[in-house]
């Protein structure tokens, strides 16, 4: 895609990924052709075929894919577009590999699009400004879900499995998901970090079809936030933008993946939400070419159906900028899973989305917006020194538990050390606690003041009638409502008594 334009439609490239080595050994064939590798069309079975925005064929490398396709679809997201990736395509096909959730931290020609543009979007972000144009100052985030049996999973919270689940809601401005770990970071190689921890906890198990099988599907989610200062009249503006990579479970056939328990349990629920998608991508493309004349039942899109297309009800026919990946097998045996994929993909170019730039808002005079801005900072940083707590912990328990296994003789001098161990541990506890406690506070806080404060920004920006929004005063007054609330609220944490004061007054 040309750097300059957008798009109104979803951008479809198909990946052909190489027979593997199994497949050779077996006798397999390639049965997808691609006749010219300068053009976008493939044939399957000698006899259908099919035209794309672009076509990969099995030796095209990883960096060409990007430079190609996913380079300037990326850098839209610091012009305000919200901006989507998808890989769509069966087990073992080569999406994990080509979005690079499975990244190991080190940049060689293997990896995959996800941390490429994490580069590009960093050197946007640390460029230095235009001596000419508008200066502008950017915050990124990053956060990472897990889709998994129709359940949804914060894959960047450091709670156990139970307690990382989270629920899907919707308000005015689409579809939301309360409570997910949104963390500041201010490099690419940081953002890594986040990435590979997160991936470490997706659930992942071994298939006949793929040794490796993602059996959930993954969205990780960079958030721009960028101020910018026009230099004649000196007025901020600031506007939030979002690029969504999706990693989708692929399809599978239990017949030939001979799945059973869990894994046939965690195929069902896979299958079900991509015949979902499957569903909305077929109702979308039907419904761009429907005469207005038509029923509003012929246009139905049933996103409700699956909470994967409730998640990617922005992607497809919603204000993004979407580009999806098909990847797809070659081999002969395969073939009828392929030509699934490349159906669907065929019918995704007809797609209409409506990308528009985030409205900028203007800067609110009252202060609300630096508000929300610290009260996001302070929740990412007590989320980081939570974090670290509860490794220092496990680091000051590991020399008692040795101790213990190793049996040695001095049993008084081991009954000390563990009392004085357990009250550092019930300290650190506590101290881990109450951190917690301070960032789901300023967490409420921020997410009440947030709307309020959109509100009056857009109000600015759009020239919208007052009679259907709060007064400046009545805004002020809420907000200073909510903010005496919590800090009420923290102050009653801060006067807790903890461990120490409590031995102190014994």
Not at 85 to 104: E, N, P, R, V
Request: aromatic letters at 6%; charged letters at 25%; glycine letters at 6%.
């Amino acid at each position: 895609m040309h750097s300059g334009s957008v798009p109104d439609t979803v951008q479809v490239a198909v990946r052909i990924r190489p027979l593997s080595t199994q497949e050779l050994a077996g006798g397999h064939h390639n049965v997808i052709i691609q006749p010219n590798p300068a053009e976008p069309k493939l044939i399957a079975r000698g006899a259908e075929e099919f035209t794309f925005t672009e076509v990969y064929g099995p030796t095209v490398s990883q960096a060409e894919v990007y430079d190609r396709s996913v380079r300037g679809v990326v850098l839209k997201l610091l012009q305000g577009f919200n901006v989507s990736i998808l890989a769509y395509g069966q087990t073992g096909s080569g999406k994990t590999y080509t979005i690079g959730t499975s990244f190991d931290g080190r940049i060689t020609n293997q990896t995959g699009i996800l941390p490429r543009a994490l580069l590009d979007i960093f050197d946007a972000v640390n460029a230095p400004p235009d001596g000419d144009g508008p200066s502008a100052s950017y915050r990124v985030f990053c956060s990472f879900m897990e889709l998994y049996q129709e359940h949804v999973y914060d894959l960047l919270s450091h709670r156990n499995r139970y307690e990382r689940l989270l629920c899907i809601r919707e308000d005015a401005e689409g579809v939301i998901v309360p409570g997910l770990t949104e963390l500041a970071v201010s490099s690419a190689e940081e953002t890594f970090r986040w990435l590979m921890h997160g991936a470490n906890s997706r659930a992942t198990a071994p298939t006949r079809m793929n040794k490796e099988s993602n059996r959930s599907h993954t969205i990780f989610t960079i958030i721009i936030r960028s101020r910018q200062k026009t230099n004649v009249t000196n007025a901020e503006h600031v506007a939030i933008s979002k690029l969504h990579f999706v990693d989708l479970a692929g399809s599978e056939r239990a017949k030939k993946s001979r799945a059973s328990g869990d894994r046939l349990r965690e195929s069902i629920q896979i299958n079900k939400g991509l015949l979902a998608l499957g569903n909305v991508i077929s109702a979308l493309a039907s419904s761009s070419g429907t005469s207005p004349t038509k029923s509003a039942r012929a246009t139905f899109v049933s996103y409700r159906d699956s909470k994967l297309t409730r998640l990617l009800q922005n992607s497809l026919g919603g204000n993004s900028i979407t580009l999806m990946l098909a990847c797809i097998s070659p081999a002969d045996y395969n073939i009828e899973e392929t030509i699934s994929t490349l159906r669907y993909a065929e019918r995704a170019l007809s797609i209409r989305n409506k990308p528009a730039r985030t409205p900028p808002a203007a800067m609110s005079q009252s202060g609300s917006m630096a508000e929300v801005e610290r009260l996001s900072k302070t929740v990412s940083e007590l989320r980081t020194e939570n974090d670290q707590l509860r490794r220092r912990i496990a680091a000051e328990l590991k020399p008692a538990i040795e101790a213990g296994l190793a049996g040695g003789k001095n049993g008084r001098h081991l009954a000390t050390q563990n009392r004085l161990l357990h009250g550092q541990l019930q300290s650190s506890i506590e101290e881990s606690t109450r951190n917690e406690l301070r960032a789901s506070i300023a967490e409420n806080a921020l997410g009440r003041l947030e709307p309020l404060v959109l509100q009056e920004l857009r109000a600015e920006y759009a020239d919208v009638t007052a009679t259907a929004l709060l007064s400046g005063d009545e805004l002020r007054i809420k907000c200073e409502e909510i903010l005496l609330r919590y800090r009420t609220e923290y102050e009653a944490l801060r006067q807790r008594p903890t461990a120490q004061h409590r031995s102190t007054l014994d």
